[in-house]
């Protein structure tokens, strides 16, 4: 910044009309007006706004300006982090969460990349395909739990299809949106070539696809992450989302958001886990 | 192998685009298409190269392609049209890898295709990381490499800046200058024309009729002399001439309804 001064907005210098430019010499600088339009995210600045957040908390709970009970002091969180993962109870409930998860997710993506090729490939697969997720794909999944219980009784089996059901229908949009948006002119291209079809969706389609699905699996994985967590409150012994529900119950506020705090930390493992994948798998970008 | 235009018609919708075009290219000949914009001379393109079917007339093979072609009618686009995600080399090596040709002979044949356009150096870059130039280089050595009897180049060099535009045409004639491959080039930029084609096929505004096939009465060669620029001149003007009020007339049509 050219001022030295922290400034909200970025703009040009507004001209200084308190020193009068001189008409008769007729020469004056053009003014700079092509400033601003363009941020950039400062790293450090968000660690020390996240880190004065963290120590006004902590202040609030040591000063007792608020009631530990309904906002315990990120130090007591850290401290209840710790316990748990020394008792074990953490792995427990967290291993619970990622069989889960990563169950559901493989099912509901596999099912959604086989659907959403047919839906971008075949033209009776489009018409049939697009009409039934254009109608399913509204519903809350998590609405469909009760149901599943019904059908595939009250184990694991309902949880992991509520998360499954939840992932095929992003992942299968995503695919066919990331199918659609293959250029036309590389397929002709290989079909100028006589390169066959299978080829042609090996080496094109789904290479022109893979920035759309990789984009698609990172809501998906917050979908996951989302369903989970409510299916878990809904029945489950154990799981993260259980054990959240049983500490509020239990008025266990640190454990609580312990808890909040391991489900925010496992959302920003995946997406970082997704990011090295796009840096992998994308890098003709 | 000579490929024939056969009354080829075609409309988009109700839009009348081309109209019982007729004419021959045999291989070791280039004959360039030319006319005003919107005349349908991509579209014939694509027919004659079996991307686009006729609404009526065909396009036809005649005699039999080199033994060792693996793709007779070979396409050179305007936008390149290169995978993004493979390298030089394998995007030279793209239409080869369903040949059943073994992995050596392949590379013997990328390599060839590589050193002829230039791009041995190149060969691990990505597309993004070239210029426009090499870009349509790498083009054209995927096309060499497929060893086509007949190129079909749809505005090859329109998406380039002149001075690249020169250096490219300088490649094409010395590609075309051994005689076996025949061309049929889409442009619509006159000098090109002039100095590449053995005949020039001026279709009419749309629907695309012929409206004159002009013969060049001067080998390639000859045609780089300085001496001959005068001539070549006065075919270009001549071209203009017969292009010109057409050229206006579809430059002042509105679109759509």
């Known amino acids: 910044m050219p001022s030295g001064r922290c400034r909200v907005l970025d703009r040009a ?14 020469l004056r600088p053009v003014a700079f007006r092509g400033a601003g339009f363009a941020p950039k995210a400062s790293r450090r600045a968000g660690w020390i706004a996240l880190a004065l957040v963290i120590a ?8 007792g300006w608020v009631n530990s009970l309904f906002l315990p002091a990120p130090l007591a969180i850290a401290r209840a982090i710790y316990q748990l993962a020394q ?4 792995w427990k409930h967290l291993s619970y969460s990622i069989m889960r998860i990563g169950t559901g997710w493989i099912l509901g993506t596999i099912a959604g990349i086989i659907v959403g090729f047919s839906i971008g490939l075949s033209s009776l697969a489009r018409g049939v395909g697009i009409t039934f997720i254009s109608a ?7 609405a469909l739990l009760p149901l599943l219980i019904l059908w595939l009784g009250i184990g694991e089996e309902p949880k992991i299809a509520t998360i499954a059901l939840g992932v095929f229908f992003s992942t299968a949009i995503s695919v066919y949106s990331g199918v659609d948006a293959v250029p036309r002119n590389l397929i002709r291209m290989a079909q100028s070539f006589n390169v066959p079809f299978h080829a042609i969706v090996r080496r094109v389609i789904w290479p022109g ?8 699996f990172r809501i998906t ?8 967590v409510s299916a878990e409150m809904i029945g489950a012994e154990f799981g993260i989302g259980a054990f959240v529900l049983q500490a509020g119950n239990l008025m266990q506020t640190d454990q609580l958001l312990a808890g909040v705090v391991i489900l925010s930390l496992f959302g920003l493992a995946v997406g970082r886990l997704i990011n090295m994948l796009e840096v992998r798998l994308l890098h003709w970008r | 192998m000579d490929l024939i235009a056969d009354h080829i018609s075609h409309r988009f919708g109700t839009l009348e685009v081309l109209d ?3 004419f021959t290219v045999s291989s070791g000949e280039v004959v360039a298409i030319v006319g005003p914009s919107g005349c349908g001379k991509s579209t014939l393109l694509s027919i004659l190269g079996g991307l686009l079917q006729p609404g009526a007339g065909q396009a036809e093979l005649r005699g039999a392609a080199l033994p060792a072609s693996f793709n007779p009618l070979t396409f050179v686009f305007q936008d390149f049209a290169l995978l993004p995600w493979c390298t030089v080399e394998e995007n030279v090596a793209f239409p080869l890898l369903h040949t059943g040709l073994g992995a050596a002979e392949r590379q013997g044949i990328v390599g060839d295709a590589l050193r002829r356009t230039g791009l041995t150096d190149f060969q691990g870059t990505y597309p993004k990381q070239l210029s426009g130039g090499m870009r349509q280089r790498v083009g054209i050595a995927r096309a060499l490499a497929v060893r086509p009897a007949i190129l079909l180049m749809d505005e090859p060099l329109s998406a380039l800046d002149s001075q690249t535009r020169e250096l490219l045409m300088e490649d094409f004639i010395g590609l075309l200058a051994d005689g076996g ?10 000098e090109e024309a002039v100095r590449l084609a053995d005949r020039i096929v001026v279709l009419s505004r749309r629907p695309g009729r012929i409206r004159e096939i002009v013969s060049i009465p001067m080998t390639r060669a000859e045609r780089g002399d300085i001496n001959a620029r005068g001539q070549l001149l006065s075919l270009q003007n001549e071209l203009w001439s017969l292009i010109r009020e057409e050229a206006i007339d579809a430059e002042r049509e509105v679109q759509g309804a």
């Open chain 1, 221 to 228: 994985a917050s979908v996951a992450l989302l369903l989970v």
């Open chain 1, 87 to 90: 008792s074990g109870v953490l």
């Open chain 1, 56 to 63: 006004l908390w902590q202040l609030a709970g040591s000063a």
């Open chain 2, 20 to 22: 019982d075009v007729s």
């Open chain 2, 181 to 190: 491959m025949g061309a049929v080039y889409v442009t619509h930029n006159l």
């Open chain 1, 136 to 142: 399913l794909f509204p519903i809350p999944k998590i």
């Open chain 1, 209 to 216: 696809a893979l920035p759309s699905i990789l984009a698609g």
């Open chain 1, 13 to 26: 210098e507004q001209p200084d009309t308190s020193k009068p430019t001189d008409p008769a010499a007729g």
